[in-house]
Structures are given as structure tokens and as C-alpha cells.
């Protein structure tokens, strides 16, 4: 079983939807959790952080961390074409490195 | 701010030539720097991390002699790819963080490399 699990999708859905964005891991250690989002043939930029469980919001973006389930979620509202990437969660242990592990990445398609 | 710059984004080389790629933290210091390396539709593997002035620390699997890591200041790191072979084709991307906050990371905008 890999440390991180995110489904590699497509994802296809219409301009203005809530788009819903999971990933699990098996690490019980894990302690900060991240979404980014990668443009096609460019590095990932940051979009979100968190330590702890619970919701955290920026404008159209709401990460969601469940702990017990070991579950992290991204909701995207109101999704347009330019959301149209693939995300990729990643996860920090507490101790050593603090170097995230990263999903493989949901590719999502915002189509108009 | 913690914009991250490589140089070239892509690169054609022949089987046996080396290529340099260079990656630039602009307007912070990068204590620490990473170097990925990104197959389509996967997801990132780390080859390798490098403090500035220290030897780099490769991960298991990757080759210390293949893919050389310099560091030399706090705004510049490289990775060599010696005697590139057509395996080597792939999408690296650099990474920085500062003040010891590995967990943050500003990517760079990757680099293609195509071995021929």
C-alpha cells in the first residue's frame, strides 16, 4: 500500500460546479497536509496548508482534513475553466525531514 | 514572493552529453533545495535534497555519480545529468524552502530534458 493514495481521475465537470478532490494516506504520523496545483508542463504552486483537522477556506477553496479516517479532501466552488489542472496532495510526517510525500495527482477538466 | 526560476524549462541533448539545469529561489534564500523528477501522469519523485555548502543527500536509487547536485549559495542550486541516455528523458523540477520549513515548498517551473 503506497503512503499516499489520490485517484488520477480525469475529472470532468461543468463551469460552475463543486469539484470534490480526495486523497488518503496510511501514516498515522502524518501531521501537515497540502494541495497543489499543477499546470500542464509547469511545477506545482501551493495552494493550501494545514495541521490539523477540520476545515480550513480561501475564497473558492476549502481543504478538509479527517484524521481519524486518515482522509484529506479539497472542494473547489464555483469551478471554472481556469481551475482546469491536476492537483496533487501531499503529506508531512511530524520528526525527521518534514519532506512531503505526494500523491500522484487528480487530473481535473473544468469544460464551459 | 518565493518565486523559484529553472533554467533552461527545456532541452534536447545527444546520448553521452551532459546538461546543466539551473534553479534560482529570486526573492527569498533557499536554506534548502530539492530536485524532482516527473514521469507523465505520475507523480513527483524526489532524487535528491542539497543544503547550501553541504553535500546533497540522494535518495535511495539514484545515482550520486549520474545526477550531480551543487548548491553553492543560498539563490542557486544544479543538477548535472552526466552521460545522459535516452532514460534520462524526463521532466525535473527544483524546489526551495527557507528557515527550515521543509514542508513548504516553492516549485520551480520544470524543465524538459529530451535525450536523443
Known amino acids: 500500500q503506497k503512503e499516499v493514495e489520490q485517484d488520477p481521475g480525469p475529472l470532468s465537470v461543468p463551469e460552475g460546479a463543486i469539484v470534490s478532490l480526495n486523497c488518503t494516506y496510511s501514516n498515522s504520523a502524518f501531521q501537515y497536509f497540502m494541495w497543489y496545483r499543477q499546470y500542464s508542463r509547469k511545477g506545482p504552486e501551493l495552494l493550501m496548508y494545514?495541521?490539523?483537522?477540520g476545515n480550513k477556506e480561501d475564497g473558492r477553496f476549502t481543504a478538509q482534513v479527517d484524521k481519524s479516517s486518515k482522509y484529506i479532501s479539497l472542494f473547489i466552488r464555483d469551478s471554472q475553466p481556469s481551475d482546469s489542472a491536476t492537483y496533487l496532495c501531499a503529506i508531512v510526517s511530524s520528526g525527521g525531514s518534514y519532506i512531503p510525500t505526494f500523491g500522484r495527482g487528480t487530473s481535473l477538466i473544468v469544460h464551459p | 514572493g518565493a518565486v523559484v526560476s529553472q533554467h533552461p524549462s527545456w532541452v534536447i541533448c545527444k546520448s553521452g552529453t551532459s546538461v546543466k539545469i539551473e534553479c534560482r529561489s529570486l526573492d527569498f534564500q533557499a536554506t534548502t533545495m530539492f530536485w524532482y523528477r516527473q514521469f507523465p501522469k505520475q507523480s513527483l519523485m524526489l532524487m535528491a535534497t542539497?543544503?547550501?555548502?553541504?553535500?546533497?543527500?540522494?535518495e535511495q536509487g539514484v545515482e550520486k555519480d549520474k545526477f550531480l547536485i551543487n548548491h553553492a549559495s543560498l539563490t542557486l542550486s544544479t543538477l548535472t545529468v552526466t552521460s545522459a541516455h535516452p532514460e534520462d528523458s524526463s521532466f525535473y523540477i527544483c524546489s526551495a524552502s527557507t528557515g527550515g520549513r521543509t514542508y513548504e515548498q516553492y516549485f520551480g517551473p520544470g524543465t524538459r530534458l529530451t535525450v536523443t
Open positions: 542539497s543544503n547550501e555548502g553541504s553535500k546533497a543527500t540522494y
Open positions: 494545514t495541521y490539523s483537522s
